[in-house]
């Protein structure tokens, strides 16, 4: 196919030369045919590197689009890229662009020379292979390149090193197990409830964005990310093994370093997601994603909490439940259990925005009070109670743009999402099972 379109073209541009040669002596029937070889020759496409398209739009609705992609990393952002490249575009100049202001610039640059953010090779591969996947889809990707998806994954991180934190972001999570859902419908089984509490930008709130990757990596599992198109990195996630892991923005002072080199926090929740046994103990738990962050020797760009809850089966409580708290001074990085000291007792954790475990702080925010006022170490957490408790006690209800739900012993994840101007809680959640979403691909023939 390559060599008739080069044969065409050569034919096409030695009869334009022969024909523009005696320009003053062509007649009204030399002149078009003339303009019908320029014509053809401006009609001819550049031969495109297409690879297969792993991917398929399982679900959609007016806020929601649920994708799933498989596959080695560049075919699985290849597919991404191809499918939803114009809602990638969008969502990055209507909102990171936005976020980033006068920084952008800065941003590129930053990521461009390798100097103070640390990305693997298999994610700079697969953010390539997402904007060749929006190229061959005909997405205009004009100043548009892989260094982009990856702000779109750090502008967390690039925010703090570039000092253009100026979005209203909070989070919380309520975690329960063993003994504090033992008498209810769980019989002792994992549940974590949280609220995404950012801004409403107009460009997120209609972009939710459930990405489920099914890898052909042997060392790799099924997992999936909540968030928006454009996501590649872990805000909200889980996987096939039962971790979940949630990022939240942690309010303290810290000190950027400029010298660091730092690992976006998205890419590390990832990292214990994806990989199937990351500290290579035989089992996927809430340690997998402790020796990812053991592996930051310098923290992380900015300060941020992650929850992480495995299922009941996991073992003793502190490989079920923890909360990281982690920054860019030291200590760069501090857990807790459940026998810590943070006025819970009991199978229970909860984090909202302030350093508890870090440096002994124990700043217990309105929500966190609220929201431990709503038990003691006699309640029981049904699926129901926890939502409800993450509701009314400790959402920011004017930007609760998702309210997430997961039992991972029951394969049931639960998403609700902003709506027509109203906040996540207002809403019932939309229920999914996850084994069929981490179920084999079935390749149509």
Same mark, same amino acid.
């Given at each position: 196919?390559?060599?008739?379109?080069?044969?065409?073209?050569?034919? $096409?541009?030695?009869?334009?030369?022969? &024909? =523009?040669?005696?320009?003053?002596? *062509?007649?009204?029937?030399?002149?078009?045919? !003339? #303009?019908?070889?320029?014509?053809?020759?401006?009609?001819?496409?550049?031969?495109?590197?297409?690879?297969?398209?792993?991917?398929?739009?399982?679900?959609?609705n007016?806020?929601?689009?649920?994708?799933?992609?498989?596959?080695?990393?560049?075919?699985?952002?290849?597919?991404?890229?191809?499918?939803?490249?114009?809602?990638?575009?969008?969502?990055?100049?209507?909102?990171?662009?936005?976020?980033?202001?006068?920084?952008?610039?800065?941003a590129?640059?930053?990521?461009?020379?390798?100097?103070?953010?640390?990305?693997?090779?298999?994610?700079?591969?697969?953010?390539?292979?997402?904007?060749?996947?929006?190229?061959?889809?005909?997405?205009?990707?004009?100043?548009?390149?892989?260094?982009?998806i990856?702000?779109?994954?750090?502008?967390?991180?690039?925010? $703090?090193?570039?000092?253009?934190?100026? &979005? =209203?972001?909070?989070?919380?999570? *309520?975690?329960?197990?063993?003994?504090?859902? !033992? #008498?209810t419908?769980?019989?002792?089984?994992?549940?974590i409830?949280?609220?995404?509490?950012?801004?409403?930008?107009?460009?997120?709130?209609?972009?939710?964005?459930?990405?489920?990757?099914?890898?052909?990596?042997?060392?790799?599992?099924?997992?999936?990310?909540?968030?928006?198109?454009?996501?590649?990195?872990?805000l909200s996630?889980?996987?096939?093994?039962?971790?979940?892991v949630?990022?939240?923005?942690?309010?303290?002072?810290?000190?950027?370093?400029?010298?660091?080199?730092?690992?976006?926090?998205?890419?590390?929740?990832?990292?214990?997601?994806?990989?199937?046994?990351?500290?290579?103990?035989?089992?996927?738990?809430?340690?997998?994603?402790?020796?990812?962050?053991?592996?930051?020797?310098?923290?992380?760009a900015?300060?941020?909490?992650?929850? $992480?809850?495995?299922?009941?089966?996991?073992?003793?409580?502190?490989?079920?439940?923890?909360?990281?708290?982690?920054?860019?001074?030291?200590?760069?990085?501090?857990?807790?259990?459940?026998?810590?000291?943070?006025?819970?007792?009991?199978?229970?954790?909860?984090?909202?925005?302030?350093?508890?475990?870090?440096?002994?702080?124990?700043?217990?925010?309105?929500?966190?009070?609220?929201?431990?006022?709503?038990?003691?170490?006699?309640?029981?957490?049904?699926?129901?109670?926890?939502?409800?408790?993450?509701?009314?006690?400790?959402?920011?209800?004017?930007?609760?743009?998702?309210?997430?739900?997961?039992?991972p012993?029951?394969?049931?994840?639960?998403?609700s999402?902003?709506?027509?101007?109203?906040?996540?809680?207002?809403?019932?959640?939309?229920?999914?099972?996850?084994?069929?979403?981490?179920?084999?691909?079935?390749i149509?023939?």
């Open positions: 196919m390559k060599k008739i379109i080069i044969l065409t073209i050569i034919i $096409a541009s030695v009869a334009l030369l022969v &024909l =523009s040669a005696k320009p003053y002596f *062509l007649s009204q029937e030399e002149k078009e045919i !003339q #303009n019908d070889i320029e014509d053809e020759i401006t009609t001819i496409e550049k031969p495109k590197h297409i690879l297969n398209v792993n991917g398929e739009i399982i679900s959609k007016d806020y929601t689009t649920i994708l799933k992609v498989w596959g080695t990393h560049k075919e699985r952002g290849f597919a991404y890229g191809y499918i939803l490249g114009d809602k990638i575009k969008m969502v990055y100049d209507g909102y990171v662009g936005k976020a980033m202001k006068q920084n952008l610039a800065t590129k640059k930053i990521v461009a020379s390798n100097q103070f953010l640390k990305i693997d090779a298999k994610y700079i591969e697969e953010c390539k292979g997402i904007v060749d996947g929006m190229d061959s889809a005909g997405v205009n990707v004009d100043n548009f390149s892989y260094i982009d990856i702000i779109a994954n750090s502008f967390l991180d690039l925010q $703090a090193l570039t000092k253009s934190n100026e &979005l =209203s972001n909070g989070c919380s999570s *309520l975690m329960a197990w063993g003994s504090a859902t !033992q #008498n419908e769980l019989k002792g089984k994992s549940i409830t949280r609220n995404l509490d950012w801004t409403a930008a107009s460009k997120l709130i209609n972009n939710n964005l459930i990405l489920i990757s099914i890898p052909s990596e042997k060392d790799e599992q099924p997992w999936l990310t909540i968030g928006y198109i454009g996501n590649i990195g872990a996630g889980t996987n096939k093994s039962g971790l979940s949630f990022q939240h923005v942690m309010y303290d002072k810290f000190d950027v370093k400029k010298f660091s080199k730092y690992e976006p926090v998205w890419f590390s929740i990832r990292k214990a997601l994806e990989q199937k046994d990351f500290d290579g103990s035989g089992k996927n738990d809430v340690n997998d994603l402790k020796s990812v962050i053991l592996k930051n020797k310098d923290g992380y900015s300060g941020y909490i992650l929850t $992480a809850m495995a299922p009941s089966t996991a073992g003793a409580d502190s490989l079920i439940a923890m909360v990281a708290e982690l920054g860019p001074d030291k200590p760069y990085f501090t857990f807790r259990n459940s026998d810590f000291d943070d006025k819970i007792e009991g199978d229970i954790l909860y984090a909202a925005n302030y350093p508890i475990s870090r440096n002994n702080e124990h700043r217990y925010c309105t929500r966190y009070d609220n929201t431990i006022r709503s038990f003691d170490n006699k309640t029981q957490l049904d699926p129901a109670k926890s939502w409800d408790i993450m509701a009314t006690s400790s959402c920011l209800k004017d930007v609760n743009l998702q309210m997430i739900q997961i039992i012993e029951l394969s049931i994840l639960k998403l999402v902003w709506k027509d101007g109203k906040g996540a809680f207002n809403f019932q959640p939309e229920t999914y099972n996850l084994k069929d979403f981490f179920s084999p691909i079935t149509k023939k």
